[in-house]
C-alpha cells in the first residue's frame, strides 16, 4: 500500500431480514474465508455476512448465501477488528479522522488515555478553547462522532489530566479537598463512558502521586466496573518493585490492572516479571498487560533526565540546561546509568524535532550528533533539548529480543502500540516522524513472530488483538466473529502481511491487509483506503450503569 492513497467513497447499504441464512440476503457476505473468529480455537473454512453495522452470519458456505455485495476472501484469513489498546489519537483522529496508519493494519477500535485524556481538558474554572470546547467526557465523544473517525475511540481518563486541572504544574502531594475535586472529574468521566484510570508514572506530573493516592483515585473508578492502566514507575532495574505496585494499587482499589507496554531489559528479569504477575493473578488479583512487537521505545529526548529536572515544565527545563553545574550533574547521573546500559548515548536517537536547523539530526544516535557537532554526547542531547524548546522527541534502544518474545508467550498480553493514529496531508505527505510501531505494530507480529519465527500461532495472535482486548476494557459487543457483534471486520493475506515502517523511515505503511470494516462499514476496500468515517465513541461499562 505504499505511495499515493486512492480514496473511494463506500456507501452503506440498507438491507432486507428473512428467515434462516440461506434465505437471507446480506449486505456484505465474505466467503472463501480462513475464519480466526478471535476465541483461540482453530481456523476453519467459511462465511461471514453483515446486515447493517452487525455481523449477522459466520459458518459454513452453504448454498444459497447471497447479499448486495460478495467478496470471495481467496482463502485469506477473516478476523474481528484488531483492537489497539495504547493509542494517542483522541487530538490526532479530529485532525485526521481517516486515521490511515491504524486502519491499514486491520485496527478497528482504539483505547487511548495514557498519562493524558481528552478530558479533562483545562483548568477548573476555565473557558473553554474553541478548538477544543467540550465540557465533559460525553461532549467530546459527541465531538468526535459529529467530525466523522474511521476508526472506534475509547479512552481512560488519564490521571495527568486530573491533575492539571485540578492542582496546575504543582509537584507537592494534593489535599484532602484536591483528592476529592479529582475523584469527583473521575467520577464524571467514569458517567460519561471511560474504561478506567490511565496514568504514566515517569511523566510529570503524575510522578508525584503516591501508591496511596493512585488507589484513593481508582476507586472512584471501581464502582463502574472501571480499571487502572499505567505506565509503570520503571521499565529498568525497578521493573519487578513497578509491578509490586501495580499489583498493590488493583488489590487496593478492588478493581483489575493494566501494564502499559510490558517490556524488559533482560530476558531473567523478564521471567520473574512474569512469575510475579502469574502469582498475583492466581492469588485472585485481576492483572494483564499489552506490548509493542520492538526493543526500542519512543517518547521525548527530556524523559532520559531524571525528575528533578524537568520540574515546572518544559520553560523551567530550559533555563536549568542551561546552567554548567546542573550538566555536571546530569553527565555524572546519565554516565552512572549508561555503565548498566540504560540511558546510553549510543542507543539513544534523536527522532523528531521541531526547529528546521536541527533536522539534519534526526534519525541520528546521539554519539553521532555529538560528533558531527564536536562536543560530548550529552552536552549535544541538552543544547538540542535548549535549541528545540523541550520538543525533541527520541528512540530508546534499551529492551531485549528474548523478553519480548517471551512475554508476547503470555496469555494475558495484549496488543497496544503506543501511538496516534496518523494520516497524509492533500499532498501525500505524513505530518510526523514517528516511531515504526505506529504503522507496523499487528502486520509485525503476524508476519515477524507469526508466520515467519512462529514465536506463537495465528489464532493465539488473533486473540490477543481482539477478544482478550475487548474483555479487558469492557467492549462485550467487540473482539469476536459471532452473530450479533458489531461488524468490526479484517481480512488480511496471511502470507503477505508485514510491516515496512523502519526507525530510519517510520511511515512507511503495512502490507497484507485487503479489506477493513468498521461498524458494517469499509475503511480498507481491496487494499485501497475508503473515504468513509464509520467509527464510534467507545463508553465502557460505566456508561451502561447510568
Known amino acids: 500500500m505504499a505511495g499515493a492513497i486512492a480514496l473511494t467513497l463506500t456507501a452503506a447499504c440498507a438491507s432486507v431480514r428473512t428467515r434462516g441464512p440461506a434465505s437471507q440476503r446480506y449486505d456484505v457476505l465474505i466467503t472463501n474465508a480462513r475464519i480466526v473468529d478471535g476465541t483461540g480455537n482453530p481456523w476453519y473454512r467459511g462465511s461471514v455476512a453483515t446486515v447493517g453495522d452487525r455481523i449477522a452470519y459466520v459458518g459454513p458456505s452453504i448454498p444459497g448465501l447471497t447479499a448486495r455485495r460478495v467478496i470471495d476472501a481467496g482463502g485469506q484469513v477473516v478476523a474481528p477488528g484488531f483492537i489497539d489498546m495504547l493509542g494517542h489519537s483522541e487530538s490526532n483522529i479530529l485532525r485526521g479522522p481517516h486515521a490511515v496508519s491504524k486502519i491499514t493494519q486491520g485496527i478497528t477500535s482504539e483505547i487511548t488515555g495514557e498519562v493524558h485524556s481528552a478530558w479533562p481538558n483545562l483548568g477548573l474554572g476555565a473557558q473553554p478553547d474553541p478548538r477544543r470546547p467540550w ?14 473517525t474511521a476508526i472506534n475511540l475509547g479512552t481512560y481518563v488519564g490521571t495527568s489530566s486530573v491533575r492539571e486541572a485540578v492542582m496546575g504544574e504543582a509537584t507537592r502531594h494534593p489535599t484532602d479537598a484536591e483528592m476529592r475535586q479529582m475523584g469527583a472529574l473521575i467520577d464524571s468521566a467514569m458517567r460519561d463512558g471511560a474504561v478506567g484510570v490511565g496514568t504514566g508514572l515517569i511523566y510529570l506530573p503524575s510522578t508525584f502521586f503516591s501508591t496511596d493516592e493512585l488507589i484513593a483515585l481508582t476507586k472512584y473508578a471501581t464502582p463502574y466496573k472501571g480499571g487502572y492502566a499505567a505506565h509503570i514507575r520503571s521499565e529498568g532495574a525497578g521493573l519487578l518493585d513497578a509491578i509490586r505496585e501495580t499489583i498493590r494499587i488493583a488489590a487496593g482499589a478492588a478493581t483489575w490492572a493494566e501494564i502499559r507496554h510490558i517490556k524488559s531489559r533482560s530476558f531473567e528479569q523478564m521471567k520473574l516479571a512474569v512469575a510475579l504477575i502469574d502469582s498475583a493473578r492466581a492469588a485472585g488479583i485481576d492483572i494483564t498487560a499489552d506490548q509493542y512487537p520492538y526493543i526500542a521505545s519512543g517518547t521525548g529526548l527530556q524523559a532520559m533526565l531524571n525528575t528533578w529536572v524537568q520540574e515546572g515544565g518544559d520553560d523551567s527545563l530550559v533555563v536549568r540546561l542551561r546552567d554548567p553545574a546542573v550538566r555536571a550533574r546530569l553527565k555524572t547521573e546519565l554516565g552512572a546509568d549508561s555503565a548498566q546500559g540504560i540511558r546510553t548515548a549510543a542507543r539513544t536517537m534523536v527522532n523528531e524535532v521541531g526547529t528546521d536547523s536541527l533536522k539534519q539530526y534526526e534519525g541520528k544516535l546521539l554519539t553521532e550528533i ?24 527520541a528512540i530508546y534502544f534499551s529492551f531485549n529480543e528474548d523478553a519480548l518474545r517471551y512475554a508476547m508467550k503470555q496469555p494475558w498480553v495484549s496488543v497496544g502500540q503506543d501511538a496516534g493514529a496518523v494520516s497524509p496531508d492533500s499532498s501525500g505527505k505524513w505530518r510526523e516522524r514517528g516511531h515504526p510501531r505506529g504503522f507496523g505494530t499487528f502486520p509485525r507480529i503476524l508476519g515477524r513472530y507469526v508466520r515467519q519465527d512462529s514465536v506463537i500461532s495465528l489464532e493465539f495472535a488473533i486473540r490477543k488483538m ?12 467487540r473482539g469476536l466473529l459471532k452473530p450479533g457483534m458489531y461488524a468490526d ?58
Open 135 to 148: 465540557r465533559s467526557l460525553g461532549e467530546y465523544f459527541a465531538f468526535l462522532e459529529k467530525n466523522g
Open 370 to 393: 555529538g560528533r558531527m557537532r564536536g562536543q560530548d554526547a550529552y552536552d549535544a542531547a541538552f543544547d538540542i533539548l535548549i535549541a528545540d524548546s523541550a520538543r525533541t522527541s
Open 466 to 477: 481482539t477478544s482478550l482486548a475487548a474483555q479487558r476494557v469492557g467492549l462485550n459487543e
Open 489 to 546: 471486520i479484517t481480512v488480511f493475506d496471511p502470507v503477505t502481511i508485514i510491516d515496512r515502517a523502519t526507525y530510519e523511515q517510520p511511515s512507511q505503511l503495512a502490507t497484507g491487509v485487503s479489506y477493513v470494516f468498521v461498524n458494517g462499514v469499509a475503511v480498507v476496500d481491496g487494499g485501497q483506503v475508503t473515504n468513509a468515517l464509520p467509527g464510534r465513541a467507545l463508553r465502557g461499562p460505566g456508561y451502561r450503569l447510568k
